[in-house]
């Protein structure tokens, strides 16, 4: 006797007791696509028609991945009775958006009576999230003013989803009324944008939109602060696009003054598309002294340069001042103003001095203050913001429409503790006992070729109004990044975005563990699978397809299986070498 499996809704005949030992017809269950994080659950019947016991053992031999979504139960010998029937749960858990799996699993008859093939299909969702604008700009606003503008965004999935915009409100000149929120299905959120320019400069701030479990979002942020001794030139969207252009081609490491001058002298052109180019005879015989070098894009930040963008300034007192030390490179050939807004009394971290020029390919040292205000037993966190222009670029008259720039713009994160080491009577501190989460301890990148790129979301929750302070350590091999790495939850959630880099074509496994309120017995462990793949297929009977005697000129056809093992999609081409 033989179990049979019935998957789909149409069923299949019962087999011929005569063919117990064919190949049973295969059975498919579509589970469809799903949201990542949820469970889709889907049965397969598996009926004995036959008059005695049958055993069968169903096998999941793709149990063992890494990124395995399917489960079936526990590989082991069971029994139907005679006309009855055995329901076999199979759930689809996808772990990682976008991703589009296949498996297979069997059921085999004892003695050798047959096997049917269960092939098991799934599509993981990811939300999809969007902005109803991909930039802000504010024009021309006076120094100490205020100017607010608004945009949407907007959640067009059929399941909620956590974003988080990466600004500190407190701190920045842009200051978003909403840092992370919760969308539910098809919900839209008004977020208010305030701007306060604090130096007379063209602000540019692109901001990040985290999404759990989605890509990031990008939304540029533009301004011109102005006042009565600097009117530098109204920035606007086209002038970010001029920018990208010279930084790609080198000419924005030179001032917009030194620029002017050389269009003048036809050293440089205006091309079709409006922006600035080399004229080809630029430089002269030598080009040694005016040829402009190649210099970074706009995501290396090529002009200026913060040597260290953390400063974490870990447990100290209450009462006092404390300082850290961040150096500012200028790789220009101008002259850069730099410009830090002044301290506030609310503040806790201020950065010193406020204004400074840095001339060409030189370093300045900027005091970072942390003033906790004795406020004691406590975690403080910041995202310290800054500008660095072109000294020229603050007086219009200097500068033409086709070398207006952008300022760089300065991120610098912070962290503090006043819990102190000891209390009075000897004893540690106690920090604030936790009640936060992770949405998974396992995390499985998809898959990428060697020297490739993955990314991947984290979502911390706290179910608590104390802040919560989390810190991973460095990868000491490289391959994954967190970021932040360290840093303090004051909200309900917070979105972490972690990268693996896998350089050879292998799997790569590392256990982190997530120091929490600085207590390791508050500590989360998680772990981060990551793989470099190449293509690999496998061909069915070792590359060769029979087919059975037939009539001259008389057609025949027969299927054939090319199985794709690695984890990557593979597009085939088929060439017959006649």
Known sequence: PSPYPTGTPTGTPTPDPTQLHARLPPCELDFGSNPVGTVANRSVRVANPSPVNATFLLRHPGRGKMD?????PTEATQLVPPGGEISLPVTYAPSCPGQFSVDYMYVECTGNMGRTEIRCLGTSLGPRVGLTTDHINFNRVRIGDTATRTFVVYNESDFRTSVQFDTDPEYSAFALDTGTAVLERLQELRVSVRFVPFAA??????????????????????????????????????????????????????????????????????NASGFLELNGIAGGKDGSEKSPPTAGGIEEGGLVVLESDFVDFSRVSAVGEFQRTVTVSNRSRGKMSISWPERRPSNCFYVTPSNADIPPMKSSDFRVHFSPNGAVENFFSAELEGFAAYTSSRDYTLVDDVTTFPAV???????????????????????????????????????????????????LSNASDDPVMFSFPEDPDGIFRVRPSKGVLRGRHQILCVEARPPWTKTYKSRVTCLINEEPKFSKDLLFLSSAESPRVYLENDGYIWFPPVLVRSPASQDYTIHNISRLPIRLALLLNT
């Not at 102005?226 to 081609?249: D, I, K, M, Q």
């Not at 006992?433 to 060697?450: E, G, H, M, Q, W």
């Open 201 to 270: 400069l063209a602000y540019h701030r692109r901001v990040r939109c985290r999404v759990a479990h989605g890509p990031e979002l990008t939304l540029d942020l533009l301004a011109t602060g102005f006042s009565e001794s600097h009117e530098p030139p109204t920035l606007s969207p086209r002038h970010l696009v001029g920018f990208a252009e010279l930084l790609r081609n080198g000419l924005a490491v030179y001032p917009p003054d030194f620029l002017r001058e050389e269009l003048r002298k036809g050293r440089v052109v205006v």
């Open 68 to 72: 395995c979504a399917f489960r079936c």
């Open 409 to 459: 713009c300065l991120l610098v994160r912070t962290t503090a503790s006043t819990f102190s080491r000891l209390s009075v009577g000897g004893r540690p501190t106690q920090t604030f006992l936790p009640r936060c989460r992770f949405d998974t301890r396992k995390i499985v990148f998809p898959p990428t070729t060697a020297g490739g790129v993955s990314r991947r979301t984290l979502l």
